[in-house]
């Protein structure tokens, strides 16, 4: 029995000195940070409400952008992937459940195996989520789901008998957080860092098809406008300049000249 203790105390050492190389107190400190960066995100945009008419009115200016430019496809798409329902169930299965799992398993993966990378990508994350929450402040929207004009319906209502994610309030929620859609943005930052740490090539190219899917599953659901998502990817961009510029004790120069490689 005390050679099993041992190997379960050995085990257990191993397993920390993998995970968390400095020790407990500093995946709390980590892990403090994102529990805040998530509660001021929640709280923060709940500033929209009572911005309806803003909201809607820069919805409106969205469409009619997007008709200038001749991409208002968001009807089309729509339709075409409505009419195979096994796809749209897929589609908004993967905008509900795939979204945030995906972007905790990325951001622990950094943390605990580039860990001498991670204040940079901790900080291209926070400052990602502060341009969201400057434009959801600034710029309320709504999504296309919402206009009785624009020809999109909202799928998950239709296509779900668990609409509570659709139609339920929420004193947290701010249902006018179309622009830009950090749901493609996380996507986007997702496949960038697998690109910028994975060496197979393959799957540094296959990294991209994630928010490729995240594309479609966010227009066709009626969630997002096509301007979202690259407003979206410009927040991803700037909040990378950002974070590079930063000051960030903890990373090691030899390991930056190695990131800047892949700059944006």
Do not use: K
């Not at 459940?97 to 291209?124: K, Q, T």
């Not at 090539?201 to 594309?215: G, H």
């Not at 479609?216 to 009626?222: E, H, K, M, N, R």
């Amino acid at each position: 029995m005390t050679r099993v203790w041992t190997g379960v105390r050995r085990l257990a050492r191993d397993f920390m000195a993998a995970t968390a190389p400095r020790g407990g107190r500093d995946v709390l400190v980590q892990f403090s940070i994102m529990y805040a960066l998530y509660y001021l995100y929640r709280i923060t945009r709940a500033v929209a409400q009572g911005q309806e008419d803003a909201a809607f009115a820069n919805a409106d200016a969205v469409v009619r952008a997007e008709r200038a430019l001749g991409i208002y496809v968001e009807p089309w798409l729509q339709a075409r992937f409505s009419g195979f329902e096994p796809l749209m169930q897929a589609m908004i299965w993967f905008y509900q459940e795939v979204h945030l799992p995906v972007i905790v398993v990325c951001l622990s993966w950094v943390f605990m195996r580039h860990r001498d990378v991670w204040p940079l990508f901790r900080n291209w994350f926070l400052s990602l989520n502060l341009i969201g929450l400057i434009g959801y402040t600034l710029v309320p929207t709504a999504p296309p789901r919402m206009l009785s004009w624009s020809g999109v319906v909202d799928m998950a209502y239709l296509y779900r008998d668990d609409v509570a994610f659709a139609t339920a309030p929420s004193i947290f929620a701010n249902p006018y957080a179309a622009m830009p859609s950090l749901h493609f943005a996380y996507a986007l930052f997702v496949a960038l860092c697998l690109y910028m740490l994975v060496r197979p090539l393959w799957l540094r190219r296959a990294a991209f098809i994630y928010p490729t899917v995240c594309f479609l599953a966010i227009v066709v659901t009626g969630n997002h406008f096509i301007l979202d998502a690259v407003m979206g990817g410009v927040a991803v961009l700037v909040a990378w300049v950002v974070a590079v510029r930063m000051p960030a004790a903890e990373i090691q120069r030899e390991r930056i000249l190695t990131i800047r490689d892949y700059e944006l």
